[in-house]
Each structure stands twice: as C-alpha cells, then as structure tokens.
C-alpha cells in the first residue's frame, strides 16, 4: 500500500537538544497529523494541520504543513526523557473522494539520552 | 469522555484457530478503522467502518473480517491463523465529518504460536 517517506528512521539524541523530523510525498494532502506512540501502546494525536503553510505548536512540539501540500515536519525543542518513542506522520489525501483512509509514514524512533 | 477501548489486551493463540477483537470508540464517534502493526512495517490498514458499513477495505486476505453494531462498537475476526499474524492490532475511532483526525486505544497484542 501507498506510504508517506519519514525521516529520520531513528535518532538518539542528548536531553536539551531540538529534534527535527520530516515526512515526504509525491502525493498532495489536505492533512497532515503527527502520532507518538509508546512502547505497548496505541498512537497519541500531538498535532493536526488542515491548511498549506499551516503552523502549530503544541508545547514543545511545533508541526508545519509544507506549502507544495506534499510534505510536513515537526521540531521537538529542548528534549526531555518523556520524549522517547515513536513518532508517525500520517496524512489525508486530497481528492481522495470517499476513500479518506490516512496514509502512514513509517515511523522516527527518538532516544534521548539524559 | 472515555477514550478509545480494547478487549482482550492480550491473547495467545495457536496456528488454525480464529480471533475475534472488540473495541468501543469514543462515545459520539461513528467510524472505527482498524490496523495491524509489526515491527518495521509501521501501521497496515486493515479496514474502516461508520454507520455498520464497511467504507474503505486495506489489502489484507479474506481470513481478516470486521463488522460494527448500531452502537459502534466493532469487532475484526482474523480465521486459520497463521505465524505472520502475530502483531499489535490497533483499532482508532473518529468523527466522520473532521478531516482525518483518529484516536486509538492501546491495542490487543496477538501472538500466534
């Protein structure tokens, strides 16, 4: 099945250090959204973006939705331990009619060393 | 408002037997889509219902079915399972009319043996 380009596939980092992440696509979407999950866990929602150009932050955690509509990054200011996990985009493809499944990226596995 | 539920969290079954999973979405939301996870294939969409009608089918065998009641809680049935099968089953509900947004609960992990 189709699947968004995300990057880094890990990363491991110092606690304070920013983070930054991306999820491409050949594909334009009307949404994007931003998941972490925890180990034995489902996928939390920390952002969702509705509009190209679209900034939002939420805490520390701060998401763009790209102009061209076909890609999205969040930036994680000054880790912390907590943020260890995974972190998905997942994004809704316009013009996609009545099949309005998200798309998912495969994942950015964040360590953060304290 | 409650969120998203799973039952069983865990189950163990053997090669040939069938599965069947609940979830209860949030109270209010009509459609609940399904998932498989396994590690390094990120999340697979099984398929998605509202309103008892099954809108959208990932490409996954004719063994993986689902169903949802007039109170929308769904149940997926995976028949003759197989090794592969073993996998964290994530079930996410959502409003039908916002655009795209899903929330998940914590999942039923099966191990197939």
């Known amino acids: 099945g189709q699947q968004l380009n995300q990057s880094p596939q890990s990363m491991f980092i110092q606690e304070g250090e920013d983070v930054s992440m991306n999820c491409t696509s050949s594909?334009?979407?009307?949404?994007w959204l931003w998941y972490k999950q925890d180990p034995g866990e489902g996928p939390v929602l920390l952002i969702a973006?509705?509009?190209a150009g679209e900034l939002t932050s939420n805490g520390r955690l701060t998401a763009q939705f790209g102009i061209t509509r076909k890609d999205s990054f969040l930036n994680i200011s000054a880790s912390i331990p907590s943020d260890v996990g995974i972190y998905f985009c997942a994004g809704q493809l316009a013009n996609a009619g009545n099949n309005r499944k998200l798309i998912w990226g495969l994942g950015t596995s964040l360590a953060v060393n304290p | 408002k409650a969120g998203v539920t799973q039952t069983p969290r865990y189950l163990i079954k053997t090669r040939g037997q069938q599965v069947t999973l609940s979830c209860s979405p949030i109270s209010g939301h009509r459609s609940v889509s399904w998932y498989q996870q396994t590690p390094g294939q990120g999340l697979q969409f099984l398929f998605e219902?509202?309103?008892?009608?099954?809108?959208n089918k990932g490409n996954f065998p004719g063994r993986f079915s689902g169903r949802q009641f007039s109170n929308s809680r769904s149940e997926m049935n995976v028949s003759t399972l197989e090794l592969g099968d073993s996998a964290l089953y994530l079930c996410?509900?959502?409003?039908?009319?916002?655009?795209?947004?899903?929330?998940f609960g914590p999942g039923t992990r099966l191990t197939v043996l």
């Open positions: 996410a509900s959502s409003y039908r009319t916002t655009r795209g947004e899903q929330f």
């Open positions: 219902y509202f309103s008892e009608t099954q809108r």
């Open positions: 973006l509705y509009k």
């Open positions: 594909s334009i979407f009307n949404t």
